[in-house]
C-alpha cells in the first residue's frame, strides 16, 4: 500500500532542486558598528549582525555568561534527589534516546555521575522497532528488573505519562530531564527538568536534551558542595563533559542561541587542545577528521552520524559505550563497528530515496499543483532511515514531509513516521492538529517544529493524509512555499584569503545560525567530474584563481554564473588552500 493523491512536479523530482530566489540577509548598520566597535573582524561583525547579534557580550563564549542553572524550573527538586541518591549509594539507572542527543545525554550522565560519586549506575535504551520512543510501562518494568531505585530519562520522558506512573508504582523514583515539548499533561515524576515545560522562566528554550542532563549535573554539583562533600578547590571539574554536550547539541540540530553556542564553542576548544572523550578521538579518527581541527560541522556531519547509525539499524548501546569508555583498544573497536552501521546506513538510505522518487513519480499527476505536503509509504521502506528520507525530499520539494516504514508496537501492526518541515510550518502543532481533527488517528506523536514523528495504523494512513493535507492548505501561502536561499551577499574582495577562511571556520555555525553563504558572479574557466557525481571547477573570482566543488551536480555550468558559496580552507596531503563548496546558481 503506498500514499495516494501526490501531484507534483515530475522533472522537480528527477533534476536538481532550483532556487527561485535569492534573498538578501539583513545585517542592521548599527549592529555591525557596535560589534566592530567592540574589536569584532568586520567580516564577522556583518555576518553576526545579519544573524540577530547586537550585543557584544553574546559573543562572550566564557563559561562564566552560561545562563545559571537554577533558573530552569525543576531544579531545586532535581539537584537534590540525585545528591541524596548519590550519598546513600542508590542504583541509578539512566533511560536514554536512541539518537545521538540521547546518546550524549546518557554518555554525559555516566560520567558526571561517576566524577560526583555515584557508584552505581547503569543504563538502558528502548529499541526502536520493538520499544518504540520514551519511558513506556514494558522500559518501567525492565528498569526495575535491573535493581534501580531511581530511574533517569534523559531526551525523553516529558510525553511518558503512563512510563512514569508504572515506575512509581513499582516503588522506583522518576527524574525526567527532556527538552521536548509537553503535551496537554506532564508526567507526575519526582522531579521534572525541561525548560519548555510550562512555568519555566529559563531563557533559553532550544537547549538539547544533553544540555540540560549537563546542567542538572551542574546543579547537583553545587548541592554536593553546599552540603559540604566538597569545596570549590576539591570538586569535580564538569568541563570535561562539554566535547559530548557539544557534539548532541549539534547533532540534534536545535537552534545555537547564545547558550547554547557557549556550551559548543567551549566543547571545540576542548577537542581542539586534545582534551576530548577517548570514544570521541576514535570516531574523529575512523571519520578522516582531525580533533585539533574540529569545528561544528565535524560535529553534524561527521561524528553525529555515526553514533545515529547505531540507533537507526543496530543498537544504541554501541553508541554510549564508545562514548563512556577510556579503553583506547575498545574506543577504537566500537568507533570501527559505528563507522561500519553509518556505511550501511548510506546504502540503504540510497536505495530508499531513488525508490521514493520512483514512487512518488509514479504517482504524479503534472497537470496538478504540487501539494503543499508530501506523505509516502511502501512496504520495502526501512523505519531507521525514514526520517533521513523525508528530510531529503523535504529539501528537494520545500514542502513539509511524512515517509513512513512498516512496524509493530505492543504486539500489533503499525506504520511509524517521520516528518521534516520547512520554516513556517510546525510540523508538531500539525500533528496537534490532526489529533483533534480525528481523535484517536495517531497512536503516538511527538517532534519540534522542523522535525516530528507518529505512529498510526495502516489502515489509517489515508485519513491522516487528508488531514495533513488539509491542515497544509490552511497554514502555508505561497511566500511560505516559494523556494528561497538566504545569502550575506558578496564577499569582500579583500577578504578572499585563507586566514579569513580559517578564521570563518573556527566559529560555531549550526541551525538557526547559519553558516555564512556567499553570492558572487564568477567566471568558470573549466568543470569536469570527479568520485562519478561532484562538479570540481576551477574559477576567478575578483581576479583570483580558486578551486570550486558543487557535490552532487553533475550538470555543466554555463562560462559567467553568479553562485552561492561557502569559502572554506581545503587540507590536501598537508597543504592548505581555498576553496569554494558551491550550493546553488543563479546564471547571468
Known amino acids: 500500500m503506498v500514499a495516494t493523491r501526490l501531484a507534483k512536479d ?8 532550483v532556487v527561485m530566489r535569492f534573498i538578501l540577509r539583513d545585517a ?10 567592540a574589536g569584532v573582524h568586520p567580516l564577522l561583525a556583518r555576518l553576526y549582525a545579519a544573524r540577530g547579534v547586537s550585543d557584544p557580550g553574546e559573543l562572550d563564549v566564557s563559561l562564566a555568561q552560561l545562563l545559571p542553572p537554577d533558573g530552569m524550573k525543576g531544579m531545586a527538586q532535581a539537584a537534590p534527589l540525585l545528591a541524596d541518591a548519590i550519598t546513600a549509594k542508590k542504583r541509578i539507572c539512566i533511560v536514554a534516546d536512541y539518537d545521538c542527543d540521547g546518546a550524549t545525554a546518557c554518555a554525559v550522565g555516566l560520567r558526571g555521575l561517576a566524577l560526583l560519586g555515584a557508584s552505581h549506575v547503569d543504563f538502558l535504551v528502548p529499541d526502536r522497532v520493538v520499544d518504540g520512543y520514551g519511558l513506556t510501562p514494558a522500559i518501567s518494568q525492565r528498569v ?6 531511581l530511574l533517569v530519562t534523559v531526551d525523553n520522558g516529558i510525553a511518558s505519562v503512563e512510563g512514569v506512573a508504572a515506575a512509581r508504582q513499582l516503588g522506583m523514583q522518576v527524574l525526567v530531564t527532556d527538552h521536548h515539548l509537553p503535551g496537554a499533561s506532564l508526567p507526575e515524576a519526582d522531579a521534572l527538568v525541561n525548560p519548555n515545560q510550562p512555568g519555566c522562566g529559563f531563557a533559553s528554550k532550544h537547549m538539547a536534551g544533553v544540555g540540560v542532563m549537563f546542567y542538572v549535573l551542574l546543579a547537583v554539583r553545587a548541592c554536593l558542595r553546599e552540603r559540604g562533600v566538597f569545596d570549590k578547590v576539591s570538586e569535580p571539574r564538569l568541563d570535561s563533559l ?3 554536550v557539544a557534539l548532541g547539541t549539534v547533532a540534534d540540530v536545535v537552534k545555537l542561541d547564545a547558550n547554547n553556542r557557549r556550551l559548543v564553542s567551549q566543547g571545540l576548544a576542548r577537542m581542539r587542545r586534545g582534551l576530548l572523550p577517548t570514544g570521541m578521538a576514535a570516531l574523529f579518527q575512523v571519520a578522516g577528521r582531525e580533533p585539533s581541527q574540529a569545528i561544528s560541522q565535524d560535529m553534524g556531519f561527521a561524528l553525529g552520524p555515526r553514533i545515529n547509525a547505531a540507533g537507526r539499524l543496530s543498537d544504541m548501546r ?10 583506547p583498544a575498545q574506543a577504537m573497536q566500537l568507533a570501527q563497528q559505528l563507522d561500519a552501521i553509518n556505511r550501511e546506513r548510506r546504502s540503504i538510505e540510497t536505495g530508499m530515496r531513488e525508490q521514493a522518487l520512483l514512487l512518488a513519480e509514479s504517482l504524479l499527476d503534472p497537470e496538478d499543483e504540487p501539494p503543499p505536503a508530501l506523505c509516502l509509504f511502501d512496504e520495502a521502506f526501512h523505519e531507521g532511515v525514514v526520517g533521513i528520507v523525508a528530510g531529503r525530499l523535504k529539501d528537494l520539494h520545500h514542502r513539509p514531509c511524512f515517509v513512513f516504514a512498516a512496524s509493530e508496537s505492543d504486539g500489533q501492526a503499525v506504520l511509524k513516521g517521520s516528518g521534516r518541515s520547512v520554516p513556517g510550518f510546525h510540523l508538531r502543532d500539525a500533528l496537534d492538529a490532526v489529533v483533534k481533527l480525528h481523535p484517536g488517528l495517531l497512536l503516538r506523536f511527538g517532534g519540534h517544529a522542523m522535525a516530528a514523528g507518529c505512529t498510526l495504523l495502516e489502515d489509517d494512513l489515508a485519513t491522516f493524509e487528508d488531514a495533513l493535507q488539509h491542515i497544509a492548505a490552511q497554514w502555508l501561502d505561497a511566500a511560505t512555499l516559494t523556494r528561497s536561499l538566504a545569502t550575506d551577499g558578496p564577499l569582500p574582495p579583500q577578504h578572499l584569503r585563507p586566514d579569513v577562511a580559517m578564521e570563518l571556520q573556527e566559529q560555531v555555525w549550526g541551525q538557526g545560525f547559519e553558516s555564512p553563504l556567499f553570492q558572487d558572479q564568477v567566471d568558470i574557466l573549466n568543470q569536469r567530474i570527479v568520485g562519478e557525481k561532484h562538479l570540481s571547477m576551477k574559477l576567478r573570482l ?24 561557502r569559502l572554506v580552507l581545503d587540507h590536501w596531503q598537508g597543504q592548505r588552500k581555498l576553496k569554494l563548496h558551491i550550493e546553488n546558481m543563479r546564471t547571468a
Open 10 to 17: 515530475t522533472s522537480a523530482f528527477l533534476g536538481e532542486a
Open 28 to 37: 542592521p548598520p548599527r549592529a555591525v558598528w557596535a560589534l566592530e566597535q
Open 144 to 149: 526495575h528488573g535491573m535493581g534501580a531505585q
Open 242 to 244: 562539554l566535547p559530548l
Open 318 to 327: 554501541l553508541g554510549i559505550e564508545c562514548l563512556r569508555t577510556d579503553d
Open 542 to 565: 575578483h581576479g583570483q584563481l580558486v578551486d570550486g566543488i558543487w557535490f552532487g551536480r553533475q550538470e555543466a555550468l554555463p562560462a559567467q554564473a553568479e553562485l552561492a558559496y
